[in-house]
């Protein structure tokens, strides 16, 4: 029997909007026609309508694991950490030139969530710091780790 996948979506909003993010605003899965079945994806977004200085994707998998994000040799600048009890990997990519990313994948029970932010180069914000602030504050709204 396959482990049924935990919904980004499902974040209450009372939780987004206690994190500093639009509580009304939340786009699921990854757009009009297409599919990526092995995980799922939510976007929340900061203040300020479609003008939101970010957006933060929580992705949720069953089918793969925090050892994998560990192992990819693409992903940058990686540091593991610890977060509510859980094993957690903070990495970047490469986005593009105009692009700052942070990604942090949580362990849960059967699999992996990934939180990720988005951010212009030119804003000068460090995008490690904002995903790992939601991260703090969210990390209570996903599966509880394995003991």
């Not at 994806?41 to 200085?53: E, H, K, L, Q, T």
């Amino acid at each position: 029997m396959a482990a049924e996948r935990w919904d980004p979506c499902s974040i209450e909003q009372s939780a987004v909007a206690a994190t500093g993010l639009d509580p009304e605003y939340r786009e699921a899965g990854w757009g009009r026609g297409i599919e990526v079945p092995d995980w799922g994806r939510c976007v929340f977004r900061a203040p300020g309508g479609a003008d939101s200085r970010y957006g933060l994707s929580v992705l949720s998998s069953t089918d793969h694991t925090i050892a994998e994000a560990r192992a990819k040799s693409t992903n940058l600048d990686g540091r593991d950490l610890f977060i509510g009890g859980r094993d957690a990997y903070m990495f970047r990519t490469e986005f593009g030139d105009a692009i700052r990313d942070c990604q942090i994948a949580v362990e849960v029970p059967r699999g992996v969530v990934v939180f990720k932010a988005l951010y212009n180069k030119a804003d000068g914000v460090d995008a490690c710091e904002v995903v790992a602030m939601h991260v703090e504050d969210l990390e209570s709204a996903v599966p509880a780790a394995s003991k």
